[in-house]
């Protein structure tokens, strides 16, 4: 991997600090609570495997897959579940952990298509927003880091499939660069 062409935004120990942190506050906030931690494929993977970590409470967990995106770096709008969870939610407390809110369109199609299956409770954990881009109104419990409006990757985010296993948060420069032209 060229790392000259990619701009570290956020390091791996920012990251770390942040996903302990987050994992303490929902070890709190959770005591009472029978918590069931759902990821969202595939972006969340990486971010799932370390907040789960430092959550300190029994939760049980499973994923699903959205796809909005296909190969290109702009949202197509269009939200498609890829694969559903494994198990039903009904009377959980459910917690939705996702890598970015961008648009937030995303995560409005995923809170309206799981309050129909009647969980207990829904929040939403998010590693990362995009403030300047966000279009619905999501109710964020959890939020790591904002980020500027550039097409951000690694610690789970891709471009086109790859950079999901950069240990920090990058912008790729020479894509930017190449959409300018
Ligand atoms: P939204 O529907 O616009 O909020 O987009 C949400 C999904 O698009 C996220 O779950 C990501 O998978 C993907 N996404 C949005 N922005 C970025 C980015 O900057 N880099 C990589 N993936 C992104
Ligand atoms: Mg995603």
Redesign the pocket.
């Known amino acids: 991997m060229n790392h000259d062409e990619i701009e570290e935004l956020i390091s791996a120990d920012r990251l770390e600090a942040c996903v302990e942190e987050m994992g303490r506050e929902i070890t709190r906030d959770f005591a009472d609570a029978e918590l069931h931690v759902i990821g969202?494929l595939?972006?969340?993977f990486v971010f799932m495997a370390d907040l789960l970590r430092e959550i300190d409470l029994e939760a049980s967990t499973d994923f699903l897959g959205?796809?909005?995106?296909g190969n290109s770096?702009k949202?197509s709008g269009v939200?498609r579940m890829d694969q559903d969870l494994t198990m039903p939610i009904e009377g959980k407390d459910v917690l939705i952990v996702?890598?970015?809110?961008?648009?937030?369109?995303?995560?409005s199609y995923l809170l309206d298509n799981l309050r129909t299956r009647k969980p207990a409770s829904m929040h939403v954990c998010t590693l990362l927003t995009?403030p300047s881009?966000m279009e619905a109104d999501i109710p964020i419990d959890y939020q790591g880091f904002e980020?500027p409006d550039?097409?951000?990757?690694g610690y789970g985010?891709?471009?086109a499939e790859y950079y999901r296993n950069l240990p920090y948060i990058g912008a790729l420069t020479s894509q930017e660069t190449a959409d300018a032209q």
């Open positions: 969202v595939k972006g969340s959205l796809s909005s995106y770096r949202s939200v996702e890598d970015i809110v961008d648009t937030g369109l995303t995560m995009k881009n980020v550039r097409f951000v990757i985010l891709d471009y």
